[in-house]
């Protein structure tokens, strides 16, 4: 189920949006919707990353180790 959600967004942006969305043939909505996808996506991994950071059980590794561990 999709709802309605009406945003204000400057001139500037709009504009970029409907060059984009002439270009590559889709919608404004379809962008928007892939965007937020995105970002949340990005942001959820972000906490876990800064949840691990500031976890003082875990162990820090250079990156060395960690190539190493890896086989690289």
Do not use: W
């Amino acid at each position: 189920m999709s709802v309605a959600v009406s945003i204000r967004l400057p001139e500037k942006i709009i504009h970029d949006l409907e060059i984009l969305a002439s270009t590559i043939e889709r919608s404004k909505t379809f962008i928007i919707r892939k965007a937020i996808e995105s970002y949340l996506e990005d942001y959820a991994d972000y906490l876990v990353a800064l949840e691990r950071l500031r976890d003082k059980d875990d162990e820090i590794i250079s990156g060395e180790e960690l190539r190493g561990q890896l086989g690289l």
